[in-house]
């Protein structure tokens, strides 16, 4: 039987593009997008020694780590860690809990793909479909060449306009797949 630690330590060997016959953790060192610049590392330093010391500041440590590098590989991670002094498998629990945190860079140009009640019986699942046979990559994932990442969400609040694809700030409504090609043409 595995301890938390030995899961938690193999799942942090795994590449985040699922290399390996990984399942989409974090990376040992990710490479794929290459990797954390030393501004971010010393921006993100910058970050702990501001809260170091303080209770109960682990979520807005890596909230704030995130919005620097755009994701948490396991090199912010154990900084993080280290740097408050809490074990890494605390910080990688709290990182794999809360959607709002990343273990994978993020595209250039954010897909989301509303699949709220509305948007599905109006043909999402078709529009999904056709994203990842286009992009070729799935939900929660990104392009090879970091284009592109695209995400479901249950809603976006525009029922009456489903189905819903919104592309960084831009909403298009009543989506069709053949409208797909030419919309994501326009994102360099």
């Known amino acids: 039987m595995l301890t938390l630690g030995a899961v938690v330590a193999r799942a942090l060997l795994v590449c985040s593009r699922g290399d390996e016959g990984g399942i989409g953790m ?10 954390v610049s030393e501004e971010q590392k010393a921006k993100v330093r910058e970050i702990i020694e501001h809260y170091r010391g303080r209770p109960g500041v682990l979520i807005q440590v890596l ?3 995130q919005q620097v ?3 948490l590989p396991r090199e912010i991670q154990t900084m993080v860690a280290e740097g408050l002094g809490v074990p890494l498998s605390e910080v990688y629990s709290v990182v ?3 959607a709002l945190f990343s273990l ?3 595209g250039r140009h954010q897909i989301s793909v509303c699949k709220g009640t509305a948007c599905y019986v ?3 699942e078709d529009i999904l479909k056709k994203l ?5 990559i799935r939900a929660k994932d990104t392009t090879s060449d970091g284009k592109f990442s695209m995400e479901v969400v249950r809603c976006m609040g525009a029922c009456g306009l489903g189905p819903v694809v919104r592309v960084d700030d831009d909403i298009y409504a009543r989506m069709k797949p053949d409208k797909l090609k030419d919309i994501l043409a326009k994102y360099d």
Do not use: I, S, W
Request: aromatic share 14%; proline share 3%; with cysteine.
């Open 26 to 35: 974090a990376c040992e060192e990710c490479t794929c997008f290459g990797g």
């Open 63 to 65: 909230h704030e780590a």
């Open 69 to 71: 590098v755009g994701y």
């Open 96 to 98: 794999t809990f809360y």
């Open 104 to 106: 994978k860079p993020k």
């Open 122 to 124: 109006r043909g999402a």
């Open 132 to 136: 990842e046979q286009d992009l070729g």
